[in-house]
């Protein structure tokens, strides 16, 4: 029996142009080749602020409990302005359950506070066999809280202020580190990045 | 960790995954606690509920106190005062110069006035109350945020004069001591130049 592994909170920051998407593109491709050739069902949704990326994508805008079920990649553009349907959005991605989500630039449509649904949504992620991704320009672009309980990052270029985050990263120092290693590499390869645990201390 | 792996996907497409991104996708493929949840939501029969729209408070004749002739003065102060401070805000300019002339005033007067006595509608003190002291006091939000501006400003210009005060007071003790140094040197000089015996 194949050990177990715990549900993964993953923050992928970097500026445009440093090859985050097309990381996440890969990686997730990756992921479902693998799960398709063991048999198994793997699905995830990709939250996007508009319509203009992941287009290769069918949409899913979650309108009924069998959207839920599904194989592959599928992406969720959330439903911004006031009123019902901000909270559409809201309401519906967080009754999303096992398998990936991934909120792609997501300090568009939660800005700095994380709305307490997606905040029960990764806090119980083991519970609901969910791993959750946070994709974002820079350190300022991902809620704080998801600092707090992030597993693992990957980390491309950005020069965004990471002191703005430092009450929430417990490995602070050495993130601070691997800013600094990664941009000084990037100067060679603007695609240089740098995966982050959230053991290493 | 910075070595680069060649990892072809399935064939279809190349794509440098790095060591640790390699390492976090075997992670990825392994098994999750295993939970009973089921992936299919209950969406529930209940509707979510209906918007809740402020009603307008229940007209009732007791309240009226004033003759259609004097609400129609109200309201019509009321229109003119509230529309030319608007004006005043969007043009930056004086709102005198948006008020109605006293003809146009009379006119819509009038207007306001037959439809308080054909229709019956009253405004209630408290409304008018309100109104107006909304109009007074909200005239003076602008004027109040300027100020609040030049107020913090201040402060920063204060802040800052403060700031070069003490740096001139350090550049001023520095030179003080560069030049006792130097007087204490000169004079270490002089002594030695004196004594006898040197060579």
């Known amino acids: ?82 009123g019902d349907e901000k909270h559409y959005s809201l309401t519906r991605i967080s009754m999303f359950n096992s398998g990936i989500i991934v909120f792609d630039d997501c300090k568009v449509y939660f800005g700095d506070i994380l709305p307490q649904e997606i905040i029960n949504l990764f806090v119980r992620r083991r519970q609901r066999s969910l791993d959750v991704f946070f994709v974002g320009h820079g350190f300022t672009t991902i809620p704080p809280r998801a600092f707090t309980y992030y597993s693992d990052a990957f980390l491309f270029r950005t020069v965004d202020n990471i002191d703005r985050r430092k009450d929430c990263i417990n490995n602070f120092d050495y993130f601070k580190r691997c800013q600094a290693e ?20 | 960790m910075s070595v680069l792996d060649h990892v072809p996907v399935s064939g279809k497409k190349d794509y440098n995954f790095l060591t640790g991104d390699l390492s976090f996708i075997d992670e990825m493929e392994q098994d999750k606690q295993p939970m009973n949840i089921d992936e299919r939501p209950d969406f529930g029969d209940t509707p979510l509920p209906e918007e809740q729209r402020p009603t307008l408070p229940e007209f009732n004749p007791e309240d009226v106190n004033l003759s259609a002739e004097e609400e129609a003065t109200f309201v019509t102060e009321v229109i003119d005062t509230g529309a030319s401070f608007g004006l005043a805000v969007l043009s930056k300019g004086k709102a005198e110069q948006y008020m109605a002339t006293a003809d146009q005033k009379s006119r819509i007067q009038k207007i306001i006035r037959v439809y308080c006595e054909r229709v019956g509608g009253h405004i209630p003190l408290w409304l008018q109350l309100a109104i107006i002291l909304l109009i007074v006091y909200g005239s003076r939000i602008p004027e109040a945020i300027e100020e609040r501006k030049i107020n913090i400003l201040q402060e920063k210009i204060e802040e800052q004069r403060k700031k070069i005060e003490a740096l001139e007071a350090e550049n001023k003790a520095n030179e003080l001591k560069q030049e006792v140094e130097r007087r204490k040197q000169a004079n270490a000089t002089a002594q030695e130049t004196k004594e006898p015996g040197n060579e």
Not at chain 1, 182 to 189: C, G, I, L, R, T
Request: charged share 30%; aromatic share 8%; hydrophobic share 30%.
């Open chain 1, 1 to 82: 029996m194949s050990e177990l592994r715990a549900a993964k909170c993953t923050l992928v920051l970097g500026f445009n142009g440093t090859g985050k998407t097309t990381f996440l593109r890969n990686m997730l491709e990756e992921l479902l080749q693998r799960s398709r050739d063991m048999g198994r069902r793997l699905k995830v949704l990709i939250v996007t602020p508009d319509d203009t990326e992941w287009q290769d994508y069918p949409e899913n805008m979650l309108e009924s409990p069998d959207d839920y079920i599904y194989e592959g990649i599928q992406r969720h553009v959330w439903m911004d302005s006031s």
């Open chain 1, 182 to 201: 990664v941009n000084q590499k990037a100067k060679n390869n603007p695609y240089y990045h740098k995966r982050i645990r959230n053991v290493d201390v």
